[in-house]
């Protein structure tokens, strides 16, 4: 239901303001492009499938952007956050349920039961939605499409149209515009087109979308990607040591420079999702404190899943004998433990005031599970390394974290949880970027003095959940793990007290109550604990 | 245990009451008839824009108040009783106190207007306000056109808001240029230009003479005082300002003024009896600030200070710099320092405009020492903690144009104009050597 007070008691239309003539009509030059793709699922036969599914883009594509045009050109530049709450789409009323339970039933069947959109099993050729995709997949591949094929099509579509809307909304605000163009770029280039046009030179090449690193590609490592790797020479190798260099360099390297932003806000295609078709749901994020405790376990514990995983998973395929490969299984084993280890002590011996009591009861406990596990496996007790078959656990992670989370809680549930709930609770890899940048990273939010008014603009449209205003109100910089540096709280605040920066780490943190303009022995004694 | 009681519940009680929880385990009591909880007040029009919902204005959630053993009392305070150290309630219920502060904050001023009591008049300060105007204009049907009279920040908010649910405003400024007792003409002449390009019906110069009621007793039109126009509307806003909401207190035998009348210590003339926030009255203003402030920045300074004296460190209210920031429809605006509106006798100005006509900046300066004194920058942020340490240090004007860099607080990527503002600054320096 629209949360604004309708004193009109009219069920219809409560809204102050309905949408106008030109929207009413660009929707329905975009629903018209749904409607195709809806012809198609049903197995109506259209004739010429290319005609058809350009119309159904091209159409998709101008409604969009239409619809854009006509929101926010017909007015000044500025925040146009106006009636967001009362909107059904953005305040969970009915067509936002609708929204989510449409999306959630998309990706189940997405994940689980391809044939129901057309894929084409045992050889046979693809029916349905997914045969209407296939002039587009032959014309970059020369192979017939896939369910993955449609939807990285359409997925590309939505961040392409949704970030041209959210360019037009924020066109006062270059960061904002900026980092759109770096997603949709992203998008189109790095997951989309490179991908097939390396399957063209190379068939044997796995699918690599290149910014994509483990532990988000939580498949790079599985066995037959490391064949196929092997197999391909020159370009599998590279590919290879690209993702071991993503993980262990390039992103600590620019995460410490700029703060996880450069990658869940700027690259990452998930992000890109969130920022673009997701945007309109960023203030549907809790911001209970329970949210974050919550958060806090969630993520790391699914962190950890995928390391074990992982390592249970390449143990399997490497060897015994270290005459055939230097990396055999108990090589691979102790270096996993060591590395674990120098993680471990590194912070707690450098970093150990930074870190809450929880999280320091968190990761000494994981840490000793791993450990013990480890060890056990080595003094024989037992047969597995971590009690589990790494298949099954491989599996178990496949279906919970990779499809059912990340894809059918994460998106289906925009309209319900917000835009980012796979990024704040579930994706190891802002795990792992957020352990970095709340460490070892020059980037802050700076509060700008005592200006800050509590007014909660930051807050609410904060997509990760974070209380931007609890920070900002005491004057404290804001340094949080799960901040992806959308910067969309400093676009909102009406007294300018927020700014995105990378500075010095000395008083990156600065837990004292600094606000100005009181006199400064006042400011003593308040700091005086 | 010694019993802190806090008549009301906005930035300025809820800083005291906060900060004397984190130093002592006194009984704290804050008593209140708007709401339950502490909300921003200054986020209220962003409930009616739809940016928010009201539970979003409450910088803390409800569990909070339980945890850090601050009582929260609703009801409505008819009466201070300082020989018998009590508040009495309207509904006649007393509640003693060791200690009483009164953060009462402001109420809309109505200056004797004929139909100032109508239904469909209000003023936009309470949350009851809010829900008066979510009854009465709830769209651009109820609501044909509202008219909005006294130019000052609320008054814009309140144009702002209206215009964000289509509805027609007539905003009505009795002075020439908008809020140009406060800012500098340039800066005022822009505003001006801006709320028109907002489409809002924006007349300058002109007084309301009365409020017409239609037969059931709801404000139908306004006539104006110099034209005698009539303007049909079916709202009127009354925005000329606030002054303290002390009524309850007239015959308390605390001495009062415009407001309660505190020492610097923030003391009353009855012992135990402290003042704060909008409400406070010095009897003397502290520098160049007036005697009341209605500021959500010095109403929370205050807090803090009060909170210092009550658990026994007792200290002055000494606050620092001024500063101040507000947003005129697109267009954000910050103060550090003092930059008057008409320039102090000892006071030169330097005022550079960007083209697009929504940004532009005023640096004030004394005229023969050359020390900066302060600047109004409109569309570009700046940085507090500089201008505080620039001030601080006294420097001179042409150090803070020079540096002016350091002080930029935009997003990245924006466009500075550092040099723009700089070759400006040099050319009039020319034209007046």
Redesign the interface.
């Given at each position: 239901m629209s949360?604004?007070?309708?004193?009109?008691m009219s069920l219809a239309s409560p809204?102050?303001?309905g949408i106008t003539t030109k929207q009413k009509i660009a929707l329905a030059i975009g629903f018209v492009g749904l409607i195709i793709l809806g012809l198609a699922l049903f197995n109506i036969d259209l004739p010429n499938l290319g005609v058809f599914l350009t119309a159904s883009l091209v159409l998709i594509s101008v409604g969009t952007i239409l619809y854009a045009n006509n929101a926010y050109l017909t007015k000044?530049?500025?925040?146009k956050?106006?009636?967001?709450?009362?909107?059904s789409i953005s305040s969970r009323g009915i067509i936002g349920w609708l929204t989510g339970v449409g999306l959630t039933a998309f990706y189940i069947v997405l994940y689980f039961y391809p044939e129901l959109l057309g894929m084409g099993t045992n050889g046979e050729s693809n029916t349905g939605l997914i045969s209407l995709f296939d002039p587009l997949s032959n014309l970059l591949s020369g192979r017939p499409a896939s369910q993955w094929f449609v939807y990285g099509t359409l997925y590309t579509i939505a961040i392409l149209a949704f970030g041209y809307k959210f360019i037009l909304k924020y066109r006062?605000?270059?960061?904002q515009q900026?980092r759109t163009v770096s997603v949709m770029f992203f998008q189109l280039g790095f997951a989309f087109l490179i991908p097939e046009f390396m399957y063209v030179m190379n068939s044997d090449v796995p699918y690599y979308d290149l910014k994509n690193m483990w532990p988000l590609n939580y498949y790079n490592f599985d066995q037959y990607r490391i064949d196929a790797f092997i197999k391909t020479e020159t370009i599998g190798l590279s590919l290879l040591a690209l993702g071991i260099l993503s993980i262990f360099v390039i992103s600590p390297f620019l995460t410490y420079k700029y703060g996880k932003r450069w990658y869940c806000s700027w690259v990452c295609g998930c992000g890109g999702l969130a920022e673009t078709a997701g945007d309109a749901f960023r203030q549907l994020s809790s911001k209970?404190?329970s949210a974050w405790k919550l958060e806090r376990w969630l993520i790391h514990t699914v962190l950890v899943f995928s390391v074990v995983m992982t390592t249970a998973v390449v143990y399997t395929y490497l060897g015994y004998d270290p005459k055939k490969y230097w990396l055999t299984k108990d090589v691979f084993l102790i270096s996993v433990a060591v590395f674990l280890t120098l993680v471990f002590v590194g912070v707690l011996a450098f970093k150990r005031k930074e870190l809450g009591k929880d999280a320091r009861y968190g990761a000494i406990g994981y840490f000793v599970v791993i450990i013990a596990l480890i060890a056990m496996h080595f003094t024989g007790t037992t047969d597995q390394v971590f009690l589990i078959k790494a298949g099954t656990m491989r599996s178990a992670y496949g279906l919970y974290i990779g499809s059912i989370f990340s894809g059918v809680i994460g998106t289906g549930f925009y309209p319900i949880l917000g835009n980012r709930a796979w990024c704040r609770f579930g994706c190891p890899m802002a795990a792992i970027l957020g352990f970095q940048q709340r460490l070892f990273s020059k980037f802050r939010i700076?509060t700008?003095?005592?200006?800050c008014?509590?007014?909660?603009?930051c807050?609410?449209y904060c997509e990760m959940g974070i209380d931007v205003?609890?920070y900002a109100?005491k004057g404290e910089n804001i340094v949080r793990s799960s901040c992806v540096g959308c910067?969309i709280c400093?676009?909102?605040c009406?007294?300018?007290v927020l700014?995105?920066?990378n500075d010095k780490l000395d008083g990156r943190i600065n837990s004292n109550e600094v606000?100005?303009?009181?006199?400064?022995?006042?400011m003593n004694?308040?700091n005086k604990? | 245990m010694e019993h802190i009681v806090i008549i009301g519940n906005g930035i300025s009680g809820v800083t005291a009451a906060r900060h004397i929880r984190k130093m002592s385990d006194k009984r704290i009591t804050i008593v209140s008839a708007e709401t339950n909880y502490f909300f921003s007040r200054t986020a209220l029009m962003y409930v009616y824009m739809g940016h928010m919902k009201f539970e979003h204005t409450q910088p803390y959630e409800n569990w909070f108040w339980k945890k850090n053993k601050i009582e929260l009392k609703n009801g409505f305070v008819s009466k201070v009783n300082h020989a018998s150290n009590e508040v009495i309630f309207e509904s006649g219920e007393t509640l003693p106190y060791d200690k009483l502060i009164i953060a009462v904050g402001s109420k809309p001023n109505k200056f004797g207007w004929p139909g100032q009591d109508l239904d469909g008049v209000m003023g936009m300060y309470h949350k009851q306000d809010l829900e008066n105007l979510e009854k009465y204009a709830p769209n651009n049907k109820v609501c044909k056109r509202a008219v909005v009279v006294g130019g000052g920040l609320i008054g814009i908010e309140l144009a702002e808001m209206l215009h964000s649910r289509s509805i027609p405003v007539t905003f009505l400024v009795r002075e020439d240029s908008f809020w140009n007792g406060v800012l500098p003409a340039g800066e005022s002449g822009m505003i001006n230009r801006h709320i028109k390009n907002h489409h809002i019906d924006l007349r300058l110069g002109v007084n309301l003479k009365e409020i017409i009621a239609d037969e059931n007793g709801k404000a139908k039109a306004v006539v104006i005082q110099e034209t005698g126009e009539v303007i049909d509307c079916d709202v009127v806003g009354l925005t000329a300002g606030v002054s303290p909401n002390i009524s309850f207190l007239k015959d308390s035998g605390i001495e009062l003024g415009r407001g309660v009348k505190v020492n610097r210590f923030l003391e009353t003339n009855i012992q135990n009896i402290y003042a704060i926030g909008d409400c406070a009255e010095q009897h003397e203003g502290i520098g160049l600030r007036r005697p009341i402030e209605a500021v959500w920045y010095t109403g929370r300074m205050m807090g803090e200070t009060v909170a210092q004296t009550i658990c026994g460190n007792r200290i002055e209210y000494k606050p620092g710099h001024w500063f101040n920031s507000a947003k005129f429809m697109d267009i954000e605006y910050q103060t550090y320092g003092w930059v008057f509106g008409q320039p102090k006798e000892y006071e030169e100005q330097f005022h550079w405009i960007h083209e697009d006509d929504t940004k532009c900046i005023t640096v004030s300066y004394h005229k023969d020492t050359k020390q900066f004194l302060g600047i109004n920058t409109f569309g570009i942020r700046m940085r507090h903690e500089v201008f505080d340490r620039w001030l601080n240090e006294q420097k001179d004007v042409d150090f803070v144009m020079f540096n002016l860099a350091e002080a930029n607080f935009d997003p990245e990527f924006y466009n500075r104009y550092e040099t723009e503002i700089l070759s400006a600054y040099h050319n009039s320096k020319l034209q007046t050597a």
């Open positions: 949360n604004k007070l309708n004193h009109s809204d102050a303001k000044l530049e500025g925040i956050n106006d009636g967001v709450w009362f909107k006062h605000n270059r960061y900026l209970k404190v700076t700008n003095g005592g200006q008014i509590s007014c909660g603009n807050s609410t205003r609890s109100q910067g400093s676009a909102v009406p007294r300018g700014k995105l920066e606000l100005l303009g009181n006199d400064i022995d006042l004694y308040v604990k | -």
